[in-house]
């Protein structure tokens, strides 16, 4: 299995710009999760699906941010505008409906 | 508010010690604990999870959890160079929801 795809790898953008970040789950997984990783708060939840159905989006920081799932094999996390703060490094993971989640290369994200 | 605490570290021993990792989680209502490694630039990549209060056995790792304390460990034997990294622990309430994760413990494992 090729895991979990994520595009790009690196993201360099500047302030106000939109960025969409691209996720592709492992086939036959059922539940996809966007993550954060900053070295101040860690690697934190933002939003994810079950079934391409949003269950929880309580970590999504602010209304620049929007995370979509047309389908089972294919999910997309927009931010606009963009912020410094923005800056992170985002991971996207699957599962089959278990407790394991299986991480993505993630995008290193950029914001000047 | 659901919280997971690591000791940032960084902890070091030496090659051929045993590494013990410790982590608290603050929601009762966790059912599953994980211990994924990081490697520098890398993904999160799980090594461990344990359900039930006792030890678990997977080559040199063993996890340790005890729920009335709300505590989970993670001891590597024979600790290699290899296993130097960041070691994140991560709770769940349910199966196919979100993970709270610790900030993680820097291990250094000098030859």
């Known amino acids: 299995d090729a895991g979990v795809i994520q595009s790009p790898r690196h993201e360099v953008t500047e302030m106000g710009q939109e960025v969409t970040l691209r996720c592709k789950p492992i086939s036959g997984h059922n539940s996809l999760f966007w993550y954060r990783q900053t070295m101040m708060r860690g690697l934190e939840l933002l939003i994810y699906?079950?079934?391409?159905?949003?269950?929880?989006d309580s970590g999504m920081p602010e209304d620049r941010f929007s995370a979509k799932m047309p389908n089972a094999s294919f999910s997309t996390l927009k931010i606009q505008p963009s912020e410094p703060r923005d800056s992170a490094v985002y991971f996207c993971?699957?599962?089959?409906?278990?407790?394991?989640?299986?991480f993505g290369p993630g995008t290193r994200l950029t914001v000047t | 508010q659901k919280e997971v605490e690591q000791n940032s570290g960084p902890l070091s021993v030496p090659e051929g010690a045993i590494a013990s990792l410790n982590c608290t989680y603050s929601d009762r209502g966790s059912q599953s604990f994980f211990w994924y490694r990081q490697y520098s630039g890398k993904s999160p990549e799980l090594i461990m999870f344990?359900?039930?209060?006792g030890d678990k056995e997977d080559g040199r790792f063993t996890a340790q959890l005890n729920k009335a304390s709300q505590y989970v460990s993670l001891l590597i034997r024979d600790s290699q160079p290899s296993d130097s990294a960041t070691y994140l622990c991560a709770v769940s309430r349910q199966a196919g929801t979100a993970l709270i994760f610790g900030k993680g413990t820097t291990l250094s494992v000098s030859s």
């Open positions: 344990i359900y039930s209060n």
């Open positions: 993971a699957s599962t089959p409906g278990g407790y394991e989640q299986y």
């Open positions: 699906f079950n079934n391409n159905v949003p269950i929880d």
